[in-house]
């Protein structure tokens, strides 16, 4: 149980477009689902927190323009990148808690690798 | 905010001895210590976690202590083997919800 999915597992895409990943969870409802990006040999950094039916927190520094989420219903969050440039390639890996599991629990999900040419 | 510090960033050890990973945080509001473990190319794995009314948790080869007074968290690995070898991080969370992860301790375990 308590699998989380991403969409796609990896994209090629040019300067200048956007590029939606999805967030999916598999087999449980998520009240908080959240987005992560990792550079080579780095940590994982929090960009946001989505809360189904409500508008995402973006942390400082993040900007909220650039990065478009939506988290429509308890199970599937996007994360748009807009007009993305080769510093926006990177890992980008969701994750979601439960809303009926242990609360502080948050299940990964295995990470979209975006790259931008 | 919060801010977790993780040492060491690299880990050797032979296969069959024990590797320990240490890690402190700053919030006294954190109460709960989760470790991933994390393959290239893959996200990370929860392996296991501790919240701050409990000092000690084991799981088979892999047990976590945490020190609320000193802020500090230690996860230790013993009987280490070949498929023990990738990335663990530490992370801090509290009443928010979100986590602050450590720099991350690449291990690797010699055969």
């Known amino acids: 149980g308590a699998v989380v999915s991403q969409h796609p597992s990896w994209v090629i895409c040019k300067s200048g477009t956007s590029v939606k990943i999805e967030c999916r969870s598999l087999d449980f409802q998520a009240t908080t689902m959240f987005w992560y990006r990792q550079f080579p040999k780095q940590s994982l950094m929090l960009m946001a927190t989505?809360?189904?039916?409500?508008?995402?927190?973006?942390e400082q520094g993040v900007e909220k323009d650039k990065f478009l989420i939506n988290h429509a219903s308890l199970t599937l969050s996007t994360l748009t990148v807009t007009s993305a440039h080769p510093e926006d390639s990177s890992f980008y890996i969701c994750s979601a808690r439960d809303k009926t599991g242990p609360s502080y629990e948050q299940y990964f999900g295995p990470g979209t690798r975006l790259t931008v040419t | 905010g919060e801010n977790v510090e993780q040492h060491p960033s690299t880990l050797s050890v032979q296969e069959g001895d024990s590797a320990v990973i240490k890690c402190t945080y700053s919030d006294s509001a954190s109460n709960y210590f989760p470790w991933y473990k994390q393959e290239l190319g893959k996200g990370p794995q929860l392996i296991i976690d501790i919240r701050s009314n409990v000092g000690e948790k084991k799981d088979q080869r892999i047990a976590v202590t945490l020190n609320k007074t000193a802020k500090h968290f230690s996860l230790h690995i013993t009987e280490t083997q070949p498929e023990d070898s990738a990335v663990y991080f530490c992370?801090?969370?509290?009443?928010?919800?979100?986590?602050?992860f450590g720099a991350g301790t690449t291990v690797t375990v010699r055969a």
């Open positions: 989505s809360n189904e039916g409500s508008k995402a927190t973006y």
């Open positions: 992370a801090a969370s509290g009443g928010d919800y979100k986590l602050s």
